[in-house]
Nanobody
Framework: QVQLVESGGGLVQAGGSLRLSCAASGRTFSSYAMGWFRQAPGKEREFVAAISWIGGSTYYADSVKGRFTISRDNAKNTLYLQMNSLKPEDTAVYYC????????????????WGQGTQVTVSS
């Protein structure tokens, strides 16, 4: 199993930036593909970005492409999400997730989840 803990959320003005981190513990971090998802009030959890085991492949939702960057540091067992040019519609609880599948983008593909970190973007 792998345990995940997110950090880095907060309140930011539109156009600003935040960097989320996800610290992993447990089994070998590099054995898992990782993803970021978000859930706004009253909405379903949605895919944001994903990265393969060693970071060679990355995938993004159209809504964040060009603004967000997912990365990982396997030596530090940490996943990152750099969020630039933030918009009010990016407001949500952000979750990191892990899967032993080489790469995945569906909520149902991920079996391990963090507790989430709140991101609020004011207009």
């Amino acid at each position: 199993q792998v345990q995940l803990v997110e950090s880095g959320g907060g309140l930011v003005q539109a156009g600003g930036s935040l960097r989320l981190s996800c610290a992993a513990s447990g089994r070998t971090f590099s054995s898992y593909a990782m993803g970021w998802f978000r859930q706004a009030p009253g909405k379903e959890r949605e895919f944001v970005a994903a990265i393969s085991w060693i970071g060679g492949s990355t995938y993004y939702a159209d809504s964040v492409k060009g603004r967000f960057t997912i990365s990982r540091d396997n030596a530090k067992n940490t996943l990152y999400l750099q969020m630039n040019s933030l918009k009010p519609e990016d407001t949500a609880v952000y979750y990191c997730a892990a899967t032993p599948i080489h790469v995945a983008t569906l909520v149902s593909d991920f079996g391990y989840w963090g507790q989430g970190t709140q991101v609020t973007v004011s207009s």
